[in-house]
């Protein structure tokens, strides 16, 4: 199940998403430690943050659909980048597996920021860092829109970004598009960037959605009025889109990694027909816990080996 992402090679083509079970060292070691094929932190800010009251994160009863609006809680970038922290993550890995960092500044100069310390870091000597994944998708932020519903937003974005010259491996998390138009011109702009955009990830939480207790008549989720970010198996349809169609929009040098209620081999595997190079797994993580990574693995070698097929590459783009 090997791959590579973005020029980054993976023992396997499956690992965690960015946000459940990836604040501390001591959730990222669990996946560090298990068969997943990379280790991906939280979200972070410049400063950490608590994020937003609670209950703000809900599952149905039948594990179909999951919303939440945390409000990016998480430790701040110092954490995430410090050596302390990586020591502790990858203390129980036994195999050569790549730490990749999640950022979601609340602004374009806490990006270019946090940026910066990323590729000090590195200079400083951090090998262990292998590739940053900029989300331009988060649905939680109040009052903020999504940059990459926001085209003018995004392209001022990557510009600043491509003047800094940063040598590291670059990626950037997508939010659903629910408009093939909408797809294809975030994809061009996104081509534009090829010399700087290794992979896309696709898809972060389906936002502005709306979970309601009959009996309190009440949201599930208190932060931002109850509207949350739908994931699980019920943005499965969405993910599989979004994937396969950025696979076609994009140059092939661009990887695509997909992730959206993935819970199974199979779910795996069809995003992988799709054209992903890997896959992520958050709300089956969040709700199984790290012990999803091993299931799922196996279960897509499983597959794998019946249909036939010698290695994930083989099948990946077969639609
Ligand atoms: C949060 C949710 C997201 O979907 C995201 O991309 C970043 C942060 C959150 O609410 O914490």
């Known amino acids: 199940?090997?791959?590579?992402?973005?020029?980054?090679?993976?023992?396997?083509?499956?690992?965690?998403?960015?946000?459940?079970?990836?604040?501390?060292?001591?959730?990222?070691?669990?996946?560090?430690?298990?068969?997943?094929g990379a280790v991906l932190t939280k979200s972070a800010t410049i400063e950490k943050q608590t994020g937003n009251p609670q209950p703000r994160v809900w599952h149905s009863d039948d594990d179909i659909a999951s919303m939440n609006s945390e409000g990016l809680p998480n430790s701040g970038i110092d954490y995430y980048l410090s050596k302390t922290t990586i020591?502790?993550?990858?203390?129980?890995?036994?195999?050569?597996?790549?730490?990749?960092?999640?950022?979601?500044?609340?602004?374009?100069?806490?990006?270019?920021?946090?940026?910066?310390?990323?590729?000090?870091?590195?200079?400083?000597?951090?090998?262990?860092?292998?590739?940053?994944?900029?989300?331009?998708?988060?649905?939680?932020?109040?009052?903020?829109?999504?940059?990459?519903?926001?085209?003018?937003?995004?392209r001022d974005i990557l510009d600043t970004i491509a003047k800094k010259k940063y040598t590291f491996v670059l990626g950037l998390k997508l939010?659903?598009?629910?408009?093939?138009?909408?797809?294809?011109?975030?994809?061009?702009?996104?081509?534009?960037?090829?010399?700087?955009?290794?992979?896309?990830?696709?898809?972060?939480?389906?936002?502005?959605?709306?979970?309601?207790?009959?009996?309190?008549?009440?949201?599930?989720?208190?932060?931002?009025?109850?509207?949350?970010?739908?994931?699980?198996?019920?943005?499965?349809?969405?993910?599989?889109?979004?994937?396969?169609?950025?696979?076609?929009?994009?140059?092939?040098?661009?990887?695509v990694i997909g992730v959206g209620g993935i819970q199974s081999g199979e779910d795996a595997f069809l995003f992988l027909l799709c054209g992903a190079s890997a896959v992520q797994v958050g709300t089956c993580h969040w709700i199984e816990g790290p012990k999803c990574f091993d299931r799922i693995v196996d279960e897509l070698q499983q597959i794998l080996q019946k249909k036939g097929y010698s290695s994930a590459s083989d099948c990946i783009g077969k639609l």
């Open 87 to 154: 020591d502790e993550t990858m203390e129980g890995c036994t195999t050569t597996k790549p730490y990749l960092v999640s950022i979601s500044g609340k602004t374009l100069a806490d990006n270019l920021e946090m940026l910066d310390r990323i590729a000090k870091q590195i200079n400083d000597g951090e090998k262990r860092i292998a590739g940053v994944e900029l989300n331009l998708a988060c649905p939680n932020v109040i009052g903020k829109p999504i940059i990459a519903y926001d085209f003018d937003q995004m």
């Open 1 to 36: 199940l090997e791959t590579t992402v973005g020029g980054i090679p993976l023992p396997s083509c499956v690992y965690n998403a960015s946000g459940p079970r990836t604040g501390a060292s001591t959730a990222l070691a669990k996946i560090a430690a298990s068969k997943a």
């Open 175 to 255: 939010p659903p598009y629910l408009d093939s138009k909408h797809l294809q011109e975030a994809a061009s702009i996104i081509n534009e960037y090829s010399d700087m955009v290794r992979y896309v990830v696709c898809i972060n939480t389906i936002g502005n959605a709306l979970s309601i207790d009959p009996i309190s008549e009440m949201p599930y989720i208190s932060a931002n009025n109850g509207l949350a970010g739908l994931s699980g198996p019920a943005a499965k349809f969405t993910a599989l889109a979004n994937v396969r169609q950025m696979r076609q929009q994009l140059k092939s040098e661009i990887d």
